[in-house]
């Protein structure tokens, strides 16, 4: 059941917050190794994402699901590009996502889905939060600290590029 | 190039691909925090208790106020004393989810109001019980026909005590409120857009300090029904 009643007791949040702490800090810190390496910028990513978190709390429910676990591992992973990028820019010049370690997901023998698997990370997982998690633009936005407009935009390019590579393999859904 | 995609397509899709960005990865078994990073992350929690307790202390604040309001209407209403205890609620909508916050004018020489029964005398024929819970303040049970799940009715009710609260809370943006009555308490039905999803209908009974929901998939006409035929066993 997705809608549900819960009584709150106070300090609920508190409980929630450290809840989720516990139960995907390991998680969120492989995924930011595996696109940072070092331990500490791992852990800059992981602290970054948690900040996020905190800061969007009633998007997030005190039990583990598959859709909950995604969002956890897309803010992480985002949180660990956008450092990457703060460290390129200063150092090194322009980042190629493609370049990342993080594997896109296999395709499978669904036209839309497996078009979509094959997005860049960038659009895939905006679109996963929108129409798998739910989110609004804004509350996207909220979550990976960047303008609604912004989600917006990348939404709109995210579903040309999905059309775009459709095409591109001959599909008519 | 503008034919794009329905909403329904895109949310499909995008769960296949969650489901395969999910089995691709690990859990992160091995992994380690540095004493810094817990450090770290102790900083920011007790950061977040502090704003919490800001935040309740306006709640409180707001609370009262309330309870102001009504016992002064109260008053101007009936021309008698100011009723011993007053409950009520008042709610917050943060994203999809709803929370209903409890405030009580409450008396010093007021006693702590036990808990009485209540059951629904309704419930569709078939149906056994097959959870119970008694949980301070509060009771639920789960009714099932047979062993499909899918079939499941909860009801549960608690006190309105000050402070408390409940929440209704939705993963998606697929359902909508609308205002209701149950045998004259006002409350608010849940109508999920999604099949396979669940109802819910949260109503407040203020004269005796007590919320009651009924969650359950099957149709609204019949969780009304079921809300509507609750009635007391016991008065502690």
Known sequence: MLIYLSTIEVPDDREKFEWLYQQYRYLMLHVAKKLLGQQQDAEDAVHQAFVAILQNLEKFFPYDSPKQRSLIVIIVKRKAIDLLRKRKRDNWGPLDEAVLALPAPETGDHALADAMARLPASYREVLLMRYDNGLTAREIGKLLGITESGVRKTIARAKRALQAELEKEGIVL | ?236
């Open chain 2, 1 to 236: 190039m503008n034919r794009l995609f329905s909403d329904e397509e895109l949310n499909r899709a995008a769960s296949q691909v969650r489901e395969r960005m999910l089995d691709g990865l690990t859990e992160g078994e091995g992994e380690e925090f540095t004493p810094a990073f817990h450090r770290r992350m102790e900083a920011l929690m007790a950061a977040e208790e502090k704003r919490q307790r800001r935040n309740r202390a306006f709640r409180r604040m707001t609370a009262a106020a309330a309870a102001l309001v009504l016992a002064f209407s109260t008053v101007l209403t009936l021309n008698t004393e100011a009723r011993a205890a007053v409950s009520t609620w008042f709610k917050e909508v943060l994203g999809n989810t709803t929370y209903y916050w409890f405030t009580e004018e409450k008396l010093e020489s007021d006693e702590e109001q036990k808990l009485p029964v209540y059951i629904p005398t309704y419930i569709p024929e078939g149906y056994d019980v097959i959870k119970e819970e008694h949980r301070g303040r509060d009771y639920s049970v789960i009714y099932q026909n047979g062993e499909d799940i899918t079939s499941a009715v909860a009801f549960q009710y608690g006190m309105m005590d000050d402070g408390r609260g409940i929440y209704v809370g939705s993963h998606t943006d697929a359902f909508h409120m609308e205002d209701i009555t149950v045998n004259g308490c006002p409350g608010e039905l849940y109508v999920s857009h999604e099949a396979g999803e669940a109802h819910v209908l949260v109503w407040f009974d203020e004269e005796e300090k007590l919320y009651f929901f009924v969650t359950a998939l099957f149709d609204t006409e019949e969780i009304l029904r079921i809300a509507e035929s609750v009635e007391i066993i016991k008065n502690n």
